[in-house]
């Protein structure tokens, strides 16, 4: 094991040096970094040139340039990296740069990444299961039309109706008689899809979904919801009921009351705490009440499962531990919500929330509750458009997958042996359906870090994308090679460490 | 920020403003509590010395025209006006050429020190490059103050340069810059613990009275700390003035706000409050501030937004309140759109033209005809005559900018004073109309066969500029030449060391003016000997009496006698059919209904130039 991480990681050493070197040549070439001061006619045109040619050596070919450069960038071996400064940031060393844009950009795509993952292997698996049904065949073409939308396009609309129109509307929530219909419609034909089966069931599917979609959003326009959301502690007993109803469907089945005992316990435990929480988040507002209170999460969840479980302690532990953090989760949304009246008056748009550009409002005031609802705010459309992206090769890639471990012989012998379609599904066929999985989610991490060039762009955030875009743009080689050496390396430690989960996930495989 | 209190609150004086003197005027602040503007800029703030070569960048210039005053800045006209709230300067002598420079009494930094002759003196021996030092100051230009190089005398509270010779801009070479006891604090920070920890302590605490003992300490160490600059310059003492000049270099490089408040002290109606690294930067108004009009907003802050499409959204959603750009079909487009917004549709300061190259054996090179200088005029002239400017403004222009006309002069912006006379004299008129037959007669004349081959140079890729080509070779067929297409993306022609001599017969781009400084024309139009030091004549341009013009241009203090210098020079320019104007660049500037009182401006710094005027709305609540 040690000796194959140490073997990649020469070679990586070797592949990074080779590609810096064609990457430093191509871009010193590539552009003039005296471009606009050509173009000026400012009195002290030849002055700046001059101070610019001396500062980025460019009477030295780039060649030699170049090992300037690898000198102070080997120096990072010994971790006093040194690549350069960047001209165009008033020569701010390239490493500090790096730094803060690395943040934003990981903030950025850290939630887009699980949701896509969560999402895409979702809709994917169910897709496999309904093979060749209209439920596939529309999710195949929506993926793929999403696959190929450019993203800046995306971007534009996802603007014009997630966050302007959007923000009209949650002011002014009229919904025509026909948009009640279409959404009924959507979710109705969604549901019955999912569920399959005879045609009865699918007519009853069909209108369970139409007639929940249209109650709720009914409900929900009529309570001035939109105008002021909230949750609430009956918000919390629905929404926690729907999480148990779908975690045990999918962990346990809906048979195994005890674990539904259990799941629907924590619940009511939160509900309980509901009341004497609300004075802890008054008072301490902290992001680390937050992270213990996710840790008592988990132990409430595992004590239940223990107080319910007989020889199944563990399985309803887990169920119950999942169950009880999401719940934990709308117990925070619900504190959120709490200040989106302050916080509606403390930005600056019109109506609604949704922004378009950046990750905070400038000068917002406010605790830890509304940095949050801040953050959903500015977050909301990039996670969507960088989502949209990433979840259509995720669909395709856990359709394939699941469809392939289907067929092999050890699912038949698990069916054989009597076992119900979703223990056959989830305990035998999703586990070894996954890794594949694995390795594409490692790779795809690796390329997001320098691939949301475009998503930063259009959303004015001011990550990896950007510094790269400036670099290129005015032929700030130094910038342009931080930015290199940083997702190189990032994307080559996440090969290895695919390497490595795929040998630990599939004991068929071996590194040496 | 929905400005509820607006109304209830209404005008707001502040405390700090009343501080009155003998001889000032009462001031009365005009902030209105809990009002805030949101702007963008392409680019982040990141060096608070916008006069060193590191700093020099608009996106800090925007910064620093807000937070300092200056004696003079631009109006919407373009013209100077003189900003005497601040200070005063006058020419009192034209040899040799002496301007005193004097500080209004009460004009203050941030910390409540007095703006002295001090903080003038380091301006100068920064810029200047006149001051030995270990190590040297790096300005981003010496134009100007190098032709000071006596150490200027100084008052409590003014300056007197004193020229070696006559300068042109005399007017636009000198300002206030970072302050003097602020750089000496950045480099000997051992001296200015004292006020540091009481700058700690009020930032902590936000309390007046922590304030004011900052203040305090803050003036006792100025006190020293300026003596000190002053005599190591005056000295000559070499150690300090290059710890002076190390932190005048470097210290003011920041891209989040730092803790040392030496590094953001100021003296105009704003002060930097916060800055998210990359993302944004506050200023909030400056409660020591009363020599100047009042700003209206308490705060502004400038946010980074590079994509256009993104700013106009994020402007119609209400996140933005004003933004400025060159327009496109669809930037227009949905500008237009947006509910409440105003629009100004103005020219900016860059100006596309066309120039001839002399001196590559090309159809406009007198060698080519073995030397005859006349042979080579009238296929210039000729060449000339067929370019449709008003065809190509028509075509390209007006859809994004109704008001559009072609640019005549080479020198001076229109709009510009002066303007109109330079048009009706430098023999533009020339070329006002295109005219095919008068070419092809002045082609008979010189007896050239055609058709004639003009390479024609855009950079490749540029779709604006690929429609002027296609309308210009389409033109220029009818007279007998061949246009070709010789674009290439790189402006190789630019780089002498790739190109000593521009291989292109002809090349369109456009010049950025950004200033109404006079002086600099030399370097596009002046006689050059080495290649390498050929500045921006990339067509091979010389003629003695436009040297001579240019030269004596520099010269010239007075007004009048500039601008008849110039038309003489453009005179020259267009009557050796150097080349064309053709458009001012269409500049778009859209600001919400939450403001009034924006109004574009051509030049640096845009439609920052009268921030002071602008005055949150009714709409905005």
């Known amino acids: ?512 | 920020m929905r400005f509820t209190r607006i109304a209830t609150a209404g005008v707001v004086v502040a405390a700090g403003a009343l501080v009155l003197s003998g001889c000032t005027q009462p001031y009365e602040s005009e902030v209105v509590e809990g009002t805030e503007i949101t702007i963008a800029y392409n680019e982040s703030f990141f060096h608070f010395n916008d006069d060193s070569g590191a700093g020099n960048n608009t996106a800090n210039g925007n910064v620093k025209y807000m937070v300092d005053t200056m004696f003079y800045y631009y109006d919407d006209e373009p013209k100077v006006v003189r900003n005497t709230d601040f200070g005063t300067y006058e020419k009192t002598s034209d040899d040799p050429l002496t301007v005193e420079y004097e500080i209004n009494e009460g004009v203050v930094w941030s910390d409540g020190v007095p703006v002295s002759g001090a903080d003038l003196l380091l301006q100068w021996a920064a810029m200047s490059g006149n001051v030995e030092s270990d190590v040297a100051f790096a300005p981003a230009t010496t134009s100007g103050l190098s032709l000071v190089t006596e150490i200027p005398e100084i008052s409590d509270r003014g300056i007197t340069l004193v020229y070696d010779e006559p300068f042109v801009d005399w007017e636009l070479a000198f300002d206030v810059g970072v302050s003097a006891h602020g750089t000496y604090a950045l480099a000997f920070p051992e001296e200015y613990a004292d006020v540091q920890s009481a700058w700690d302590a009020y930032s902590a605490s936000g309390e007046e009275d922590d304030f004011k003992s900052y203040s305090d300490a803050a003036k006792a160490f100025a006190e020293d700390a300026t003596d000190a600059v002053v005599t190591a310059i005056q000295d000559g003492d070499t150690a300090t003035i290059g710890a002076l000049a190390k932190a005048w270099n470097e210290d003011y490089a920041y891209t989040t706000m730092p803790d040392n408040p030496a590094k953001f002290l100021s003296n105009g109606p704003y002060v930097i409050d916060e800055i998210a690294e990359d993302d944004y930067i506050t200023l909030a108004a400056n409660p020591l501030f009363t020599w100047g009009p009042s700003p209206h907003f308490e705060k502004i802050t400038i946010r980074t937004i590079a994509d256009s499409t993104a700013a106009l959204q994020a402007l119609q959603n209400g996140e933005l309140d004003v933004w400025t750009g060159q327009p496109t079909a669809d930037t227009l487009e949905i500008a237009k759109g947006i509910d409440g917004a105003q629009i100004e549709q103005r020219q900016e300061a860059s100006y596309e033209h066309l120039d001839l190259t002399f001196n590559n054996g090309g159809p406009f090179d007198p060698a080519t005809y073995g030397g005859d200088k006349d042979k080579a005029q009238k296929v210039r002239e000729a060449f000339l005559l067929t370019v449709p400017r008003q065809e190509i403004v028509d075509k390209i222009i007006k859809p994004l900018d109704p008001e559009a006309e072609v640019r005549n002069s080479q020198m001076i912006i229109p709009g510009v004073e002066g303007y109109d006379k330079m048009v009706e004299e430098n023999g533009s008129a020339t070329y006002a109309e295109v005219d095919i037959e008068k070419a092809k007669s002045l082609l008979a004349e010189a007896g050239v066969t055609t058709p004639i081959d003009v390479k024609f140079w855009y950079p490749e890729g540029n779709v604006r500029r690929g429609q002027e080509f296609e309308l210009i070779a389409a033109s220029a067929a009818l007279a007998g030449f061949n246009v070709i297409d010789d674009s290439e993306p790189n402006w190789e022609f630019t780089d002498p060391s790739i190109h000593a001599i521009n291989p292109h017969d002809v090349a369109i781009f456009a010049w950025q003016s950004e200033s109404l400084a006079i002086s600099g024309s030399d370097q596009i139009f002046g006689t050059y000997t080495d290649p390498l030091l050929k500045g921006g004549n990339y067509n091979g341009y010389s003629n003695p009496a436009v040297d001579e013009g240019l030269k004596e241009l520099e010269t010239l203090t007075e007004p009048e006698d500039q601008l008849a210098a110039q038309i003489k020079i453009e005179q020259a320019l267009w009557g050796d059919a150097y080349g064309l104007t053709i458009f001012q660049f269409p500049g778009l500037l859209v600001w919400s209904a939450n403001v009034e009182g924006v109004s574009a401006m051509p030049l640096s710094p845009t439609y920052l130039w009268n921030f002071w005027e602008w005055t949150p709305t009714k709409a905005g609540e």
């Open chain 1, 1 to 512: 094991m040690l000796s194959f991480v140490v073997r990649r990681l020469l070679a990586t050493v070797l592949v990074l040096v080779a590609a810096s070197f064609v990457v430093y040549n191509l871009t010193a070439n590539y552009g003039d970094p005296l471009a606009d001061l050509k173009g000026s006619k400012a009195p002290n045109r030849q002055e700046l040139i001059d101070q610019r040619i001396e500062m980025l050596n460019l009477n030295e070919p780039s060649i030699v340039r170049y090992v300037y450069w690898l000198g102070g960038a080997a120096k990072c071996l010994i971790g006093q990296c040194d690549l350069g400064q960047s001209y165009i940031r008033g020569n701010q060393p390239v490493t500090e740069a790096l730094a803060s844009a690395a943040g934003s950009t990981i903030q950025l795509i850290t939630v887009s990444t699980i949701v896509a993952i969560v999402f895409g292997v979702a809709v994917g698996m169910i897709t496999a299961l309904r093979q060749y049904s209209g439920f596939d065949y529309t999710v195949t073409f929506f993926t793929f039309v999403l696959y190929s939308l450019p993203v800046f396009w995306v971007a534009v609309l996802l603007k014009e109706f997630g966050a302007i129109r959007f923000n009209d509307f949650m002011a002014n929530p009229a919904i025509p008689w026909w948009g009640y219909a279409i959404v009924g419609l959507i979710f109705g034909v969604t549901l019955m899809s999912i569920v399959g089966g005879p045609s009865r069931t699918r007519l009853l599917s069909f209108g369970i979904g139409a007639v929940a979609s249209v109650g709720i959003l009914l409900v929900l326009v009529l309570t001035g919801w939109f105008q002021r959301p909230t949750v609430g502690i009956i918000g919390i007993l629905i929404t926690g009921a729907a999480i148990t109803v779908v975690v045990s469907l999918l962990s346990t089945g809906l048979k195994n009351r005890r674990a539904l005992m259990a799941a629907g316990a924590t619940v009511v435990v939160w509900a309980a705490l509901w009341q004497p929480l609300q004075f802890l988040f008054f008072y301490v507002p902290q992001y680390w009440v937050l992270l213990v209170l996710a840790i008592v999460a988990i132990g409430i969840g595992v004590l239940s499962g223990m107080v319910f479980g007989r020889d199944d302690k563990r399985e309803l532990a887990r169920t119950a531990a999942i169950v009880s953090v999401l719940t934990y989760l709308v117990v925070v949304v619900d504190r959120v919500l709490l200040v989106f009246p302050d916080y509606t008056q403390r930005i600056p748009l019109k109506n609604g929330i949704i922004a378009t550009i950046g990750a905070t409002t400038p000068g917002l005031r406010g605790d830890i509750w509304f940095q949050m609802l801040d953050s959903f705010a500015h977050l909301l459309l990039p996670t969507i458009a960088l989502t949209l992206i990433s979840f259509a090769a995720y669909t395709r890639y856990a359709r394939s997958s699941l469809l392939e471990v289907m067929n092999l012989d050890y699912v038949r012998t698990a069916r054989a042996k009597g076992l119900t379609e979703r223990t056959v599904i989830m305990r035998h066929a999703f586990r070894n359906a996954m890794i594949p999985i694995a390795t594409i989610v490692a790779l795809d991490i690796g390329a997001l870090i320098g691939g949301a060039v475009i998503t930063e762009e259009v959303f004015a955030w001011q990550g990896m994308g950007q510094l790269f875009v400036q670099g290129l743009d005015h032929t700030d080689v130094n910038l342009v090679m931080g930015f290199f050496l940083l997702t190189g390396v990032v994307a080559v430690i996440f090969n290895i460490l695919a390497d490595i989960v795929y040998a630990a996930l599939d004991p068929r495989i071996r590194v040496s």
